[in-house]
């Protein structure tokens, strides 16, 4: 009764779409909407027929070749899903990622009637050719779709009942569709999720053959699922993240712009050779915690001892690591990518924010890591010296000029990263050179014949809106949108919701010493900081050197400043008991927000997911099963 309804209810959005090109809301579901959408776009009628041809048998076999790899693959899990659905009236169907069916095996009885709609090898399934159906739409969605009967676009097609599932590889990319088809009335419950699995056994095996030779991490929360097709899988590169399958990209919160980007320690605690801990687990920064194994590849280099940072010849300790919460280690792998690709970057912040780190760590971690990093205050550097200072001078260029003449920064930064810090107050009458070094990447140095070469990456900063418009703007409005192709935005200290995780890992840092007693750190978590991480590192650089190794740090430790604002604040801004009322208030708002999950609660808090369990368990908060 209930599928004669459906059929009913299908009959009459066709009938409306068809009339009007709209559908009352429920009637069809989403995805199915919006595919009828693009194929009304592109002029189809519902009652006529598909219009591509078919491949000829040599162009087939050239487009099996060419996907050889993905076909070896899916044979034994294409026969295994044929079992599993059962065999008759149905058929297994490969598709590569354009939706050109590449192999069918199934039901012969039922394979001659899907050839009558050119369900077979050699037939593009591609919404452009055959409308809405369940490879072309999942391509187009990137997801897995099922389309059953009348939902596909053309009347011919109605007799089939499909469901069809993407395989990705490890960064994302699409290889091709799994497809089960069957008659329209034979609809499975489990049918989506039979070809979830078989894609899981797909991808596992795509994983495992492409990082034989790297170090191969497996997660799950079982563990007797590891190394099976349902675990996370990541492949690295001594510490960096170069795979993951998309259970791995899903569970950790990770965009496929954190590959080739993101180190061990950006997504777990301790590194990556003493993985897993002793009871054969791993935790993450957001307090996840997975049974774990770790696969070192079989030619693996030996590891060459760690040895301790030097320390500087000042006898200052080492400059802690930058510690980034999860937002802005995104922003970092996108603009790394960006980066990579020729993209000008403009990072943009208050004073203190971490700009400079920011830029360096873009170094580190892109293609551009061997080459120099050149970075060029604009404001320190004297109006009459910049430009000899940037685009370099020959000898005897002026008076004063050293006999072997100077390169300039802008030369030096060949083959590396250019970081010009506070852009805006860069002369405007050097302006225009430098965006003539950007569109003809050339410099010409004072006094030289002819423009000299340069290949470099572009990161500019500033503390301050750079507009664009007006006799008073700071840059040029052809040099801002060149060098503002992508904007980062640093977020302020003020604005971390870890202020305290994070207070604690940059003393740890500071190196052995006195804890921080809780009065203090809830004096520096409330306090605003207006110049941000470096006023925060040198505030406790100050107290961890008048502490000394064995001592104590005390309130009149304090600069004058922070003293002044304690004391003037209210007490739930410097009473340790008002700032855990305000870290408990936070919890309760996150997970309430987050319909009581965990996992996103401890994201958006920036904590980890241990913190938010133990908070929730002392306030006896009720939390989902």
Not at 376 to 400: K, R, W
């Amino acid at each position: 009764m209930a599928t004669h309804s459906r059929r009913h209810t299908l009959t009459q959005a066709r009938l409306l779409f068809n009339q009007q090109g709209a559908v009352p809301g429920g009637m069809v579901a989403e995805p199915i909407l919006r595919s009828w959408r693009r194929c009304a776009d592109l002029g189809f009628d519902m009652r006529g027929e598909r219009r591509a041809e078919l491949m000829t048998q040599v162009e087939l076999r050239e487009a099996q070749q060419r996907n050889e790899a993905l076909r070896r693959m899916s044979e034994p899990v294409i026969s295994q899903l044929r079992r599993q659905a059962g065999g008759s009236g149905s058929l297994v169907i490969l598709s590569d990622a354009q939706g050109l069916v590449l192999d069918a095996d199934g039901d012969t009885g039922f394979a001659h009637r899907a050839s009558r709609v050119a369900l077979m090898p050699g037939a593009p399934w591609d919404e452009a050719a055959a409308g809405t159906n369940a490879i072309g739409t999942a391509l187009v969605e990137g997801r897995p779709i099922a389309v059953h009967g009348a939902e596909h676009y053309f009347e011919p097609n109605r007799i089939l009942t499909c469901a069809a599932v993407p395989i990705t590889d490890s960064e994302g990319r699409t290889l091709g569709v799994l497809d089960l088809s069957s008659q329209a009335r034979d609809v499975r419950p489990d049918v989506l999720a039979l070809v979830r699995e078989a894609v899981d056994r797909i991808e596992h095996g795509l994983f495992e053959q492409a990082y034989e030779q790297c170090a191969v991490l497996r997660l799950h929360a079982d563990h007797s699922g590891l190394g099976q097709p349902g675990e996370v899988l990541l492949a690295f590169q001594g510490d960096l993240l170069i795979g993951a399958n998309r259970r791995a990209l899903h569970a950790l919160g990770l965009a496929a712009t954190a590959l080739g980007v993101y180190r061990y320690g950006d997504v777990f605690e301790g590194d990556i050779e003493r993985c897993p801990d002793a009871a054969g687990r791993v935790h993450t920064r957001l307090g996840a915690v997975y049974h774990a194994r770790l696969r070192w590849p079989r030619t693996r280099a030996p590891q060459a001892p760690a040895q301790p940072p030097a320390r500087p010849a000042s006898g200052a300790p080492p400059a802690a690591q930058p510690s980034f919460d999860a937002a802005t280690l995104g922003a970092l792998a996108r603009a790394v990518h960006l980066s990579d690709a020729g993209v000008s970057i403009l990072l943009q912040g208050e004073t203190g924010v971490g700009k400079e780190v920011f830029a360096r760590q873009m170094h580190a971690r892109g293609k551009r890591a061997r080459g120099p990093f050149v970075a060029v205050n604009c404001a320190a550097l004297p109006e009459s010296l910049i430009e000899s200072e940037l685009f370099g001078y020959e000898d005897g260029a002026f008076t004063g000029a050293r006999r072997q003449g100077s390169k300039g920064l802008l030369r030096q930064a060949h083959g590396g990263v250019l970081f010009l810090d506070e852009i805006g107050d860069m002369p405007l009458l050097l302006q225009s050179r430098l965006l003539r070094v950007l569109q003809t990447r050339e410099v010409s140095p004072l006094g030289a014949a002819r423009p000299v070469p340069v290949d470099f990456t572009l990161v500019c900063a500033t503390h301050r809106p750079l507009a664009h418009e007006g006799p008073d703007a700071p840059v040029r409005p052809d040099l801002y949108f060149r060098i503002a192709e992508y904007t980062v935005t640093l977020e302020p200290l003020r604005a971390r919701a870890d202020r305290l995780e994070l207070l604690r890992g940059l003393w740890a840092a500071q190196g052995a010493g006195p804890a921080l007693p809780p009065a203090i750190e809830a004096i520096l978590a409330a306090y605003p900081w207006p110049g941000n991480y470096r006023q925060l590192v040198a505030v406790l650089r100050t107290l961890h050197v008048l502490a000394g190794p064995a001592g104590r740090v005390d309130a009149d430790m304090l600069p004058a400043d922070l003293r002044g604002a304690a004391a003037a604040a209210p007490a739930s801004a410097s009473d340790p008991a008002n700032l855990q009322s305000m870290t408990d208030t936070a919890i309760r708002n996150a997970l309430a927000a987050h319909g009581g999950s965990v996992s996103r609660a401890a994201r958006a808090l920036g904590v980890h997911r241990s913190t938010v369990y133990r908070r929730a368990a002392a306030l006896g908060l009720a939390l989902p099963r």
